[in-house]
T-cell receptor, first 109, second 117 residues
Framework: GQNIDQPTEMTATEGAIVQINCTYQ??????LFWYQQHAGEAPTFLSY????GLEEKGRFSSFLSRSKGYSYLLLKELQMKDSASYLC??????????FGAGTTVTVRA | GAVVSQHPSRVICKSGTSVKIECRSL??????MFWYRQFPKKSLMLMAT?????????EQGVEKDKFLINHASLTLSTLTVTSAHPEDSSFYIC?????????????FGPGTRLTVT
């Protein structure tokens, strides 16, 4: 099975940077995903890491260390619209995703 | 981009009735579709994996006779909640993986909010 941990809540100021950590223990690993989910909506894809290192995509970056079972999502230049839940998900060899409980990020003016 | 639709977006039904939720890939063919449920402020829990033309594979603890899944074509999967009870009230989300899609994404539908009274 998969055990995926991420903080429950984080708060930051508009324009600031926030880093959401995710640790995982898995029986199989075939990639790590980050999704954004607004209340009552489906998740939207943010990033994907399968090799160690940093993937940068505009204001969002994601890092992976497979040996440490660790990833983070970095949100830069925070905007009010970034207030949402951020889900860390690990994919196994059968392409099944296991999700963490999500981190609710609140951006304050 | 790849679009997945779900219908209905919201449904209210009475205890004991059955409800069908459709998941369609609109502009691509999906070899595999996944069904998740999500309780308020909780994460998505995978219920089952649906492959076109074959029986769905259910996750441990998910009753296959209660949650009937049919993947009749490469663009449509349905989830039927049979003999619904209030504890089945949840947000149900499907996702689809495209044929030939490299490594990557599952495309999520917008979800269906089921309320059983």
């Amino acid at each position: 099975g998969q055990n995926i941990d991420q903080p429950t809540e984080m708060t930051a100021t508009e324009g600031a940077i926030v880093q959401i950590n995710c640790t995982y223990q898995t029986s199989g690993f075939n990639g790590l995903f980050w999704y954004q989910q607004h209340a009552g909506e489906a998740p939207t894809f943010l990033s994907y890491n399968v090799l160690d290192g940093l993937e940068e995509k505009g204001r969002f970056s994601s890092f992976l260390s497979r040996s440490k079972g660790y990833s983070y999502l970095l949100l830069k230049e925070l905007q009010m619209k970034d207030s949402a839940s951020y889900l860390c998900a690990v994919r196994d060899g059968d392409y099944k995703l296991s999700f963490g409980a999500g981190t609710t990020v609140t951006v304050r003016a | 981009g790849a679009v997945v639709s779900q219908h209905p977006s919201r449904v209210i039904c009475k205890s004991g009735t059955s409800v069908k939720i459709e998941c369609r890939s609109l502009d691509f063919q999906a070899t595999t579709m996944f069904w998740y449920r999500q309780f308020p402020k909780k994460s998505l829990m995978l219920m089952a994996t649906s492959n076109e033309g074959s029986k769905a594979t259910y996750e441990q603890g998910v009753e296959k006779d209660k949650f009937l899944i049919n993947h009749a074509s490469l663009t449509l999967s349905t989830l039927t909640v049979t003999s619904a009870h209030p504890e089945d009230s949840s947000f149900y989300i499907c996702s689809a993986r495209a044929i030939g899609q490299g490594d990557y994404e599952q495309y999520f539908g917008p979800g269906t909010r089921l309320t059983v009274t």
